[in-house]
């Protein structure tokens, strides 16, 4: 079993719409969770992180997290092109920092 | 603040020669990541140290790779001699310590082995 299992798309939403995109965990003790974008031909770069239960938003991203189901989401409002990345789910055990394999997302136009 | 900073950007060579990566962190940030990206995948946990302590380096190859963090800042990851299927973006990252804390990324650097 991976230990963060993310659906690999692609996701293809037009653009205006909510893009939603999902990512299991195995480990019961993780403790913090993040969202990375990626962009083709580039690094990683930080947009979400969340470490209790519930929503939290940050402008037209909102990441959800449930422990109990080991489960947690992000949700992209009024989709833009520029929002066309790889989304990366990441989760932290104690010093540990593990990645899935992303989901990547079109948004067309 | 200045970003974590890799070098080279790019390499290619050729199977069984070596080649080494360099990282230089955030300043201040005692946790340091190397991964290992393959088109298509996602980062895959190579090494981490903690200061100049390996926390983990269960899925780092050792017949092969090796790194080290001298003075507990900038790291140098090695492949000796490496092999076609190393062929990847080869990632480092940087935070400070704690469980919530978040980890940045450098750009990277691009291995092709042919």
């Given at each position: 079993?991976k230990e963060v299992e993310q659906n690999s798309?692609?996701?293809?939403?037009?653009?205006?719409?909510?893009?939603?995109l999902n990512c299991t965990y195995?480990?019961?003790?993780?403790?913090?969770?993040?969202w990375y974008?990626?962009?083709?031909?580039?690094?990683?770069?930080?947009?979400?992180?969340?470490?209790?239960?519930?929503?939290?938003?940050?402008?037209?991203?909102?990441?959800?997290?449930?422990?109990?189901?080991?489960?947690v989401?992000?949700?992209?409002?009024?989709?833009?092109?520029?929002?066309?990345?790889?989304y990366l789910c990441a989760v932290?055990?104690?010093?540990?920092?593990s990645f899935g394999a992303g989901t990547?997302?079109?948004?067309?136009? | 603040?200045?970003?974590?900073?890799?070098?080279?950007?790019?390499?290619?060579?050729?199977?069984?020669?070596?080649?080494?990566?360099?990282?230089?962190?955030?300043?201040?940030?005692?946790?340091?990541?190397?991964?290992?990206?393959?088109?298509?995948q996602g980062p895959?946990?190579?090494?981490?140290?903690?200061?100049?302590?390996?926390?983990?380096?269960?899925?780092?190859?050792?017949?092969?790779?090796?790194?080290?963090?001298?003075?507990?800042?900038?790291?140098?990851?090695?492949?000796?001699?490496?092999?076609?299927?190393?062929?990847?973006?080869?990632?480092?990252?940087?935070?400070?310590?704690?469980?919530?804390?978040?980890?940045?990324?450098?750009?990277?650097?691009?291995?092709?082995?042919?």
């Amino acid at each position: 079993q991976k230990e963060v299992e993310q659906n690999s798309g692609p996701l293809s939403v037009p653009e205006g719409a909510i893009a939603s995109l999902n990512c299991t965990y195995s480990d019961r003790g993780s403790q913090s969770f993040f969202w990375y974008r990626q962009y083709s031909g580039k690094s990683p770069e930080l947009i979400m992180f969340i470490y209790s239960n519930g929503d939290k938003e940050d402008g037209r991203f909102t990441a959800q997290l449930n422990k109990a189901s080991q489960y947690v989401s992000l949700l992209i409002r009024d989709s833009q092109p520029s929002d066309s990345a790889t989304y990366l789910c990441a989760v932290k055990r104690d010093y540990k920092l593990s990645f899935g394999a992303g989901t990547t997302v079109t948004v067309r136009a | 603040e200045a970003g974590v900073a890799q070098s080279p950007r790019y390499k290619i060579i050729e199977k069984r020669q070596s080649v080494a990566f360099w990282c230089n962190p955030i300043s201040g940030h005692a946790t340091l990541y190397w991964y290992q990206q393959i088109l298509g995948q996602g980062p895959k946990l190579l090494i981490q140290f903690q200061n100049n302590g390996v926390v983990d380096d269960s899925q780092l190859p050792k017949d092969r790779f090796s790194a080290e963090r001298l003075k507990g800042v900038d790291s140098t990851l090695k492949i000796q001699p490496a092999k076609l299927e190393d062929s990847a973006v080869y990632l480092c990252a940087s935070s400070v310590p704690g469980t919530g804390v978040k980890a940045f990324f450098g750009q990277g650097t691009r291995l092709t082995v042919v």
